[in-house]
């Protein structure tokens, strides 16, 4: 029996991903600032991470070379955050494995634990059905309205002086 999601959840791996991480390429990345994997992309660069866009349709995402695929990309890559249809997991396990990355993170409503066990065969960490920027932001202290950090937690307004 393959072992549910929340197998690959487990938070001290996430925060050690978070925190280790310098590279990460997103498979399925959109030039559109409308989608979910581009507003998670602009974060994740807000925030120091290296976005590598993995998208054959477009030249350029944020900004950094979009590559047609993983093995495409020239350099090391530390996480593949995918932004595809669960049944897509599988080839993107596989290649994932081929380039040496650190490991796999699959957004919400990825789950596929048949690509979840070719990336763990392969020596991959593996995140499933979690969502790398509001991990990022539970994790590291920076849960708030879009993503930026305005140094204050309080429900009171301040007033007009």
Known sequence: MIDSPARYQEPDTIRRL????????????????????????????????????????????????????????PFPVDIVDV?????????????????????????FGVINPEGAVIAEAGGL????????????ARFLGRMHWLGFNTGRVTARRQSAV
């Not at 932004?83 to 494995?97: C, K, L, S, T, Y």
């Open 83 to 107: 932004f595809r249809a669960p049944d897509a997991v599988p080839g993107i396990a596989h290649e994932a494995v081929e380039i040496g990355a650190g490991a796999l993170w699959l957004q």
């Open 18 to 73: 978070l925190t280790t991480a310098s590279t990460v390429a997103i498979v399925g990345l959109s030039a559109n600032v409308l989608r979910p994997s581009n507003f998670v992309g602009f974060y994740l660069q807000r925030h120091g991470y290296r976005v590598v866009p993995v998208n054959p349709r477009e030249k350029e995402i944020l900004g950094e070379v979009s590559y047609p695929s993983l093995s495409a990309i």
């Open 125 to 136: 960490d593996v995140v499933m059905d979690r969502c790398m920027k509001v991990e990022h």
